[in-house]
């Protein structure tokens, strides 16, 4: 086990290949202009500033040999898995399965639906396609992880209140110990960011812990 100086209080990391890196949705439809984050009308800029930093993390789980699962939000072709609920919310321009700039929004395979190219993965490397927006939900992810007796999970990726906040809670609930990479997550709103960070390290670590990816990186070499 490393220790790290996290928040709320010391998170214990395993060294023994039980703790996986968690990457969500760092896929083009977020970060690049075309795609539904602007659709939405974000500003997609601010949410590139943290790939060098994931792919330090990623480098350093590949470099040891432990698992790494990256997660793409996206719908079937025929949209059979999106609710009308969710397609229609935001009245936006563009909406899911609509043809853009990028392919098709928010559909698998499409491309913008890939992950971006600096955080490419691997061929032997997992990714899961998610409808929800938390990874648990309607995906195998629970059966991988625990195929990989895996028990932490470190993670990273967009939007952090959304998405990541999301799955975090939905693994918290599962048992994982969780900890979650304060530079290595964004949102289009810093605040709903700031406010993410300290919801889940409050009340003890109620979510879970919360540290910079130097800290999780000096920890584990
Ligand atoms: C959305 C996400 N829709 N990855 N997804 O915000 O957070």
Not at 29 to 52: H, K, M, S, W, Y
Not at 114 to 134: F, Q, T
Request: charged share 20%; glycine share 10%.
């Amino acid at each position: 086990m490393a220790t790290l100086a996290a928040q709320p209080y010391d998170y214990s990391l395993p060294t023994d290949g039980s703790a996986a890196l968690i990457i969500i949705d760092m896929q083009r439809d977020f970060l690049e202009p075309g795609g539904f984050g602007e659709a939405l009308g974000n500003d997609v800029t601010r949410l590139q500033a943290i790939v060098p930093t994931i792919q330090k993390l990623q480098q350093a789980f590949r470099d040891r040999g432990w698992l790494i699962v990256q997660t793409v939000e996206g719908h079937q072709s025929d949209l059979s898995d999106c609710p009308p609920s969710k397609r229609e919310r935001g009245q936006s321009s563009l909406k899911i399965g609509d043809p853009g700039p990028m392919g098709r929004i928010l559909v698998l395979g499409e491309p913008g639906n890939g992950i971006v190219p600096a955080l490419a993965p691997k061929p032997d490397e997992i990714v899961i396609g998610k409808p929800g927006k938390g990874a648990f939900y309607a995906t195998p992810l629970q059966d991988i992880l625990q195929a990989h007796g895996i028990t932490h999970l470190i993670f990273t990726g967009v939007t952090t209140e959304v998405c990541v906040q999301t799955t975090m809670r939905e693994a918290n609930d599962r048992g994982y110990e969780c900890l979650l990479v304060e530079d290595g997550t964004d949102s289009y709103f810093p605040a709903f960011k700031a406010s993410t960070l300290e919801m889940v390290r409050a009340q003890g670590g109620i979510v879970g812990w919360t540290a910079t990816a130097e800290q999780v990186l000096a920890a584990i070499s």
